[in-house]
C-alpha cells in the first residue's frame, strides 16, 4: 500500500497541498480528481521524490521513501523523459540497463500492443503515440505500483480506448495504480476508489461501486456536489 499522512507542501509561500492523506492499495485503481492546479501532478511528484515535501509521511509498503522504491513504483509522467535523439528501440535499452525490475519481453509485448514501431526516433513521435510510449516505459518494469499522470491528454478517441484497455487487462491487475484524468466521465467504470482533492486535501475518498449501488451517484455526480459546497 502507499500511504499519504498529513502531506503539506508549499510553493513559494502558498500551500499546495494540506494535510493531504490517502492510500493506494494493490489490486485496485485509485482517482485522484481535482481541478485545474489543485495539486494532482504534486503528489504524484512527491510520492516519487521529485519534489520535497514540508511536513508528513509517505510510506511504500509502510517504509518510507528511499531510492529502493524506484524498483517498486514506476511513474508515467505526463510528457517525455526520454532522449529526443533516441529511437524507441534505444530507450527500450536504456531502461532494461537502469531497472532490475525491467521486464524486457512485457516492453515487447506492450510495443506490439499499442503497434509502436522499435525503430522510430523519439523526437518525431505524436502526442499519442508519446503517450502510449510513456506507458510502455511505466508498465515494463515488474513494479507493485503504478503512477499515471492524465495517460489521456490529448489521445484520440480510438488511441483512448486501447490505453483503457490497458486498465482491465492483466497488465495491471496484480498492481496498485495512481491515476489524473480530467477525462473521468469516459473512464470513470475502470476506477475502483477516487479521491477527490478540496482545498489541497482529500475532500472526499469512496469507493466507486458503492457509491453507485448504495446511492445510486456516478464519480462526476459526487464531483458536482463536493465542488459545489
Ligand atoms: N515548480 C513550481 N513552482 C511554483 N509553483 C508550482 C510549481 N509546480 C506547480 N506549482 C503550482 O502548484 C499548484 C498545483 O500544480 P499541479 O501541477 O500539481 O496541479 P494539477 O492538479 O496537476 O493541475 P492540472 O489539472 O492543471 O494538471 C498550481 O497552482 C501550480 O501553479
Redesign the pocket.
Known amino acids: 500500500m502507499i500511504e499519504l499522512k498529513g502531506v503539506r507542501k508549499r ?2 509561500g ?1 500551500n ?1 497541498l494540506n494535510g493531504l492523506s490517502f492510500t493506494v492499495e494493490k489490486g485496485s485503481i485509485t482517482c485522484l480528481i ?10 504524484m511528484k512527491a510520492i516519487m521524490g521529485l519534489v520535497p515535501i514540508k511536513e508528513g509521511q509517505i510510506l511504500i509498503d509502510g517504509k518510507p521513501r528511499g531510492r529502493w522504491m524506484y524498483e517498486k513504483v514506476s511513474f508515467v509522467p505526463d510528457h517525455l523523459t526520454m532522449p529526443l535523439a533516441m529511437k524507441m528501440s534505444e530507450g527500450l535499452t536504456f531502461m532494461a540497463d537502469f531497472y532490475a525490475s525491467w521486464n524486457a519481453e512485457r516492453a515487447a509485448e506492450l510495443m506490439r500492443f499499442f503497434q509502436l514501431d522499435p525503430g522510430e526516433k523519439i523526437g518525431n513521435l505524436s502526442k499519442g503515440t508519446a503517450a502510449k510510449f510513456n506507458l510502455v516505459l511505466g508498465l515494463a518494469p515488474n513494479s507493485d505500483y503504478v503512477l499515471m ?2 495517460p489521456f491528454s490529448g489521445i484520440d478517441l480510438f488511441s483512448r480506448e486501447t490505453i483503457a484497455d490497458v486498465f482491465s487487462s492483466e497488465l495491471i491487475e496484480e498492481r496498485g495504480v495512481l491515476l ?1 484524468t ?1 477525462e473521468i466521465g469516459e473512464v470513470e467504470h475502470l476506477i475502483d476508489k477516487a479521491v477527490i ?1 478540496q482545498d489541497g486535501k482529500a475532500g472526499m475518498e469512496f469507493d466507486c461501486e458503492t457509491m453507485r449501488s448504495e446511492e445510486g451517484k456516478s464519480i462526476v455526480d459526487v464531483m458536482r456536489e463536493v465542488y459545489s459546497r
Open positions: 510553493y513559494r502558498r499546495v481535482g481541478m485545474n492546479g489543485a495539486g494532482k501532478s504534486t503528489v499522470d492524465e489524473t480530467h482533492m
